[in-house]
């Protein structure tokens, strides 16, 4: 198998395991580190695979430093040298690869570059889509009420985005302010902007944390987001140590259903007060709403849903 070929496999390998977090389903499917190794008979993770601040590793960590049993890596290293595999294939992140630093995940240069690059540079693949009333909504995905959303991958990375919803009420973007890594981002105070042709709209952050990653793709080609808002299209990634907490304001699943639906209801009657009763019935729920009517607009538009 070639080094192009490997990536791309361990990418739709690392996409599977996302996959799993978003759902929330086949948490069996999630084994820990520590159980992998054999140091404990059952533990599956509920912590994203971020084992930097897991509170069980942590733990378990000090119990090795006391002596009350081996670590991970000790436990690992006791077995044949072609059967060591690499951590990320332990859990499921990477196709299986052979530890060639006998688990000094510090000095390998896959490791580096899988928790760097290649973990959070993935958009979501494989999603479970919903529809309400012509608007795309995704399962496993958190919302806030100024149409954003975010999304917790393998590894613990935080996704951001904007949802179909606004693109579709907006129309396409011409372009993006985004903000820089390492920038820091408060909830529900202006994160970022959105721009079409001569008009800008600040988008509201849904969480705090700290930007990891921008998407450059998007930097350079706008319409991205448009075209596949909960894919590629993602913005950016943040960190957040406690990601329980930085999600607990946001609504997802019914919730999220519920609160679209009412949006919608808004924007239908927002559509009849400018075009007349039942307009909103002859299909103007379509691609670029304030494009089609520009009269609905703008700082109307962007006051109304994107609560800035």
């Known amino acids: 198998m070639t080094a192009t ?3 791309q496999s361990t990418k739709q390998n690392y996409s599977k395991t996302q996959t799993l977090w978003q759902s929330g389903k086949d948490k069996n499917e999630r084994p820990c580190i520590w159980m ?35 670590s991970w890596q000790e436990a690992l290293r006791k077995r044949d040298s072609i059967d060591r595999t690499c951590r990320h294939a332990l859990t499921g992140r990477a196709d299986h690869r052979t530890c060639p630093m006998n688990y000094n995940c510090y000095k390998c240069d896959f490791d580096q570059m899988f928790e ?6 993935q958009g979501h693949i494989r999603l479970e889509m919903k529809d309400v009333k012509g608007f795309k909504i ?26 179909d919803f ?24 202006p994160g970022w902007g959105i721009k079409r042709n001569q008009n800008l709209g600040d988008v509201l952050s849904p969480i705090n944390g700290v930007i990891t ?37 946001l609504m997802a699943d019914e919730d999220s259903e519920a609160w679209l639906n009412g949006e919608v209801t808004t ?20 691609r670029d709403i304030f494009g089609t009517l520009p009269a609905l607009g703008w700082k109307n538009l962007t006051n109304t849903f994107l609560r800035t």
Not at 40 to 52: A, E, I, M, W
Request: hydrophobic share 30%; charged share 20%.
């Open 213 to 249: 990653k921008v998407n450059q793709a998007v930097a350079t080609s706008p319409d991205i987001p448009e075209k596949m808002p909960y894919q590629d299209g993602w913005l950016f990634t943040v960190h957040n140590s406690d990601i329980k907490g930085a999600m607990k304001h």
């Open 116 to 121: 760097d690059t290649l973990s959070p540079g």
């Open 5 to 7: 070929s490997k990536t």
């Open 36 to 70: 992998q190794a054999g140091v404990v008979s059952q533990k599956n993770c509920n912590h994203y695979y971020d084992c930097t601040s897991c509170k069980y590793d942590t733990a378990m960590g000090k119990q090795a430093t006391a002596g009350k049993h081996i």
């Open 166 to 189: 606004a693109f579709k009420v907006l129309g396409g973007p011409d372009g993006f302010d985004l903000p820089l890594m390492g920038q820091e981002l408060n909830h529900d105070k």
């Open 267 to 286: 924007l239908e009657e927002m559509i009849e007060n400018v075009t007349g009763p039942l307009s909103a019935d002859g299909g103007l729920l379509t």
């Open 138 to 163: 995704p399962n496993g995905y958190y919302f806030h009420s100024g149409h954003t959303w975010t999304s917790i991958d393998s590894g613990g990375f935080i996704r951001v985005g904007m949802d």
